[in-house]
């Protein structure tokens, strides 16, 4: 079996590493989120494909979610102590490693898809993980606060400030002009099963269908499309994807989630919501979507939607909700 997946950092990749015990023979193609990539001290950061790659790897802080386990701060440390920031951005000395090599072959002209895979040679996460675009495409959140309305990068928004100050809008800078990475749509094109895990619909998959053509390539693959609900109960399960589903006029629940990713086919004038990520109100991207049971009741006109727990409490809970999307999905 194929199956391709559109994936952010935390959710996405621990719904993989379900998806990897419950289909231990798939052919597995992540496309990842590079909407939250920064430059700082001149290296260059990917936090979801490192996410996904250090989790599906065996080398995730199991505590944090992000970053490396038994890591150590020395170098920011350090860097405080000189008076050199950012200090909202929890830079680890083993992180780093990944940073510098990431950056040096970049500098060498090597593409961000070559970078990630030869990344991934170390830490065998047992999928082929790709990034959405080669090109570079940065996540800004725009605010007013005391400094007036500005533009600021998403990482400072959501570690900085934790999204405390109201985003008036988010904006893919320089989706328009990006391409889908080398495999990204012939992996859409080819799939058994696409799904789109729990991530941030906005600053995750929505990031990754702004680059042109892959939103299309979603719409017009032969096999289902899954989508699993990052909202329980009017809640995000993690983070403050409420914070950016307001941004875009998107209410905080499952089935307006659902209907803002829209079914196939089907335009839901009850989507839509400001531009941004993700935020056109045509969505036309599920056959199934996969709520939570106490979401039970959820409709997502022209799409089939079902209900199970949808908490990841452990490897066991995470395959049964992987296998609840297959089921929707009829594979």
Same mark, same amino acid.
């Given at each position: ?171 893919s800078v320089g989706a328009s002009d990006a391409k889908p990475a080398p495999g990204v749509l012939d992996a859409l ?83 839509? /919501?400001?531009?941004? =990520? *993700? %935020? !056109?109100?045509?969505?036309?991207? @599920?056959?199934?979507?996969?709520? $939570? &049971?106490?979401? +039970? /009741?959820?409709?997502? =006109? *022209? %799409? !089939?939607?079902?209900?199970?727990? @949808?908490?990841?409490?452990?490897? $066991? &809970?995470?395959? +049964? ?11």
């Amino acid at each position: 079996m194929k199956v391709t997946a559109l994936a952010g950092g935390i959710g996405g990749a621990r719904f993989l590493r379900g998806v990897k015990a419950a289909l231990p023979d798939a052919d597995v193609t992540v496309i990842g989120n590079t909407g939250d990539d920064i430059i700082l001290h001149r290296l260059n950061i990917s936090p979801d494909l490192d996410t996904v790659m250090y989790t599906l790897g065996g080398g995730i802080s199991a505590e944090r979610g992000w970053g490396r386990e038994d890591e150590t701060f020395t170098v920011a440390a350090e860097l405080a102590e000189y008076g050199v920031g950012p200090a909202w951005f929890g830079l680890g000395d083993r992180d780093l490693a990944t940073h510098l090599v990431r950056t040096q072959m970049l500098l060498a002209g090597y593409s961000l898809s070559d970078v990630t895979a030869a990344l991934c040679q170390r830490w065998r996460p047992g999928v082929r993980l790709i990034p959405m675009s080669d090109d570079r495409v940065e996540t800004h959140v725009v605010i007013t606060d005391e400094q007036g309305r500005r533009a600021i990068h998403f990482q400072e928004w959501w570690l900085r400030l934790r999204a405390a100050v109201p985003a008036e809008a988010i904006v893919s800078v320089g989706a328009s002009d990006a391409k889908p990475a080398p495999g990204v749509l012939d992996a859409l094109a080819e799939a058994d099963v696409v799904l789109l895990p729990p991530s941030n619909p906005v600053v995750s998959i929505g990031s990754i269908l702004s680059v042109p053509g892959i939103r299309d390539a979603v719409r017009e693959t032969p096999a289902p499309v899954i989508g699993v609900s990052p909202i329980i109960g009017g809640s995000p399960v993690r983070g403050m994807a409420d914070a950016c589903l307001r941004a875009i006029g998107v209410e905080t629940s499952a089935e307006a989630v659902g209907r803002h990713y829209g079914a196939r086919g089907k335009d839901d004038p009850g989507s839509r /919501g400001k531009d941004g =990520p *993700g %935020a !056109r109100g045509e969505g036309g991207l @599920l056959d199934g979507w996969l709520v $939570d &049971a106490a979401d +039970a /009741g959820v409709t997502v =006109p *022209g %799409a !089939r939607v079902s209900a199970r727990p @949808l908490l990841m409490t452990d490897l $066991d &809970a995470t395959v +049964a909700i992987v296998r609840a999307a297959l089921e929707l999905a009829g594979v």
